[in-house]
């Protein structure tokens, strides 16, 4: 069975940092690229950052770049995302996507998907 279970959100000041995790379970990790995408309350989903299988390429979304940082461990099997600078709009549900044929922004080629963990930015 496939899973990609979230850890590591919570309720953080503006200003303040949080390390998202997402341990993998189920399929080649190794082998897949892994991407995360967060949805607030009555908006649309939205890219994160992405990182190729090898973590030779990274991307990430116009709205956390220079703020947050994705790597991967593949002997542990875990994504991480590092969450510096965080604002009350970085407040949303962070999900954990894995997609086995290319890194990009669209969720339409992410076969598996996380439970989501909420991270809560106070002003």
């Known amino acids: 069975q496939v899973q990609l279970v979230e850890s590591g959100g919570g309720l953080v000041q503006a200003g303040g940092s949080l390390r998202l995790s997402c341990a993998a379970s189920?399929?080649?990790?190794?082998?897949?690229?892994m991407g995360w995408f967060r949805q607030a309350p009555g908006k649309e989903r939205e890219f994160v950052a992405a990182?190729?299988?090898?973590?030779?390429?990274?991307y990430y979304g116009d709205s956390v770049k220079g703020r947050f940082t994705i790597s991967r461990d593949n002997a542990k099997k875990t994504v991480y995302l590092q969450m510096n600078s965080l604002k009350p709009e970085d407040t949303a549900v962070y999900y954990c996507?894995?997609?086995?044929?290319?890194?990009?922004?669209?969720?339409?080629?992410?076969?598996?998907w996380g439970q989501g963990t909420q991270v809560t930015v106070s002003s």
């Open positions: 189920g399929f080649t990790f190794s082998s897949y690229n």
């Open positions: 990182i190729s299988w090898s973590a030779s390429h990274t």
């Open positions: 996507a894995a997609d086995p044929t290319r890194v990009g922004a669209g969720g339409d080629s992410y076969d598996y």
